[in-house]
């Protein structure tokens, strides 16, 4: 539904500079952009839904600040490792997901790094959650080329590697994996044929300069990354970030609208920290162009809001699932 008068919207050469004078727009001008690139360019009124589980959870040797999953944070977040999940399980939630009224089913697996051992293992999960009629997606730390070839020869969809920060900020969040490295990862998943699931979050201590720049590099990817989750930070005990200051809900929104107008055909979700939102604030998410959600009890390893709760929502805003 791309409307002709505004398919220059679509730019890959933001600048940062650029970028930074759209946050700081008056909020009411900044929403009404955004609003309008998003009537041009996707429903307003729909909402895909995803919902998310953690296959393998725990004993991750990253030590990501905000990540309660770290095996270096593990003794005081009380977050055991645990192996990779049977498949009966994974395709009974997956089900479940199906028939609640998701049409994404998304899987992580707190790993540094895939190995070649656990990829038969995967390519029969994909595959039958693929025979569920649900579009897959996948979160396994980082990729070689020939195993970002073998998920999607077994039929992924979606792999998801966020950037989280910008480069500049990075090394405050982490320092076990590089920022080119997510980079490289990110590239082998493109070149694999595959749809890129890339985002970040917001609420960890960064600059607006920081949240710019995050979003500087990946409006400036080629194509924009199909899926692009912006997740307010869940302060979990025990890990680094756990007493940082809450962020300004309309600061979230406007990364929300500024994700919007310089990546028009993105799905833009909201994704972690929906739990503590108000529904004004995911309102006017909504209103700012988000068009996607998690949906279920959990995310990973924190809270979500309940299927009720979203439902409820969507019948007082007038919003449909996609």
Known sequence: ??????????????????????????????IFRAAEIHRAFHDPNTVQLSQLLSIKTGGCAEDCAYCPQSAKFAEATGVKAEKLMDIGPILADAQSARDGGASRYCMGAA???LKDRDLPALEGII???????????????????HQAQRLRAAGLDY?????????????????TRTFDERLETLAHVREAGMSVCCGGIVGMGESVGDRASMLEVLATMTPHPESVPINMLVQVKGTP???????????????????????????????????????ECQALAFLA????????????????PEHDRDRVLFQKLGISPA
């Open 127 to 145: 595959r039958e959650v693929k025979a569920l009629g649900l579009e897959t997606c996948m979160t396994l730390g980082m990729l070689e080329a």
């Open 159 to 175: 792999y998801n590697h966020n950037i989280d920060t910008s480069p500049e900020y990075y090394g405050e969040i982490i320092t």
């Open 111 to 113: 790993w540094t790094r």
């Open 289 to 304: 162009g988000a068009n996607s959600i998690f949906y279920g009890e959990k995310l990973l390893t924190t809270g979500n």
């Open 241 to 279: 970030l756990a007493d940082a200051a809450p962020l300004d809900p309309l600061e979230f929104v406007r990364t929300i609208a500024v994700a919007r107008i310089t990546m028009p055909r993105s799905a833009v979700r909201l994704s972690a920290g929906r739990e503590s939102m108000s529904e």
């Open 1 to 30: 539904m791309d409307d002709p008068k505004l398919k220059g919207s679509i730019r890959h050469d933001w600048s940062k500079a650029e970028i930074g004078a759209l946050f700081a727009l008056p909020f009411s001008d900044l």
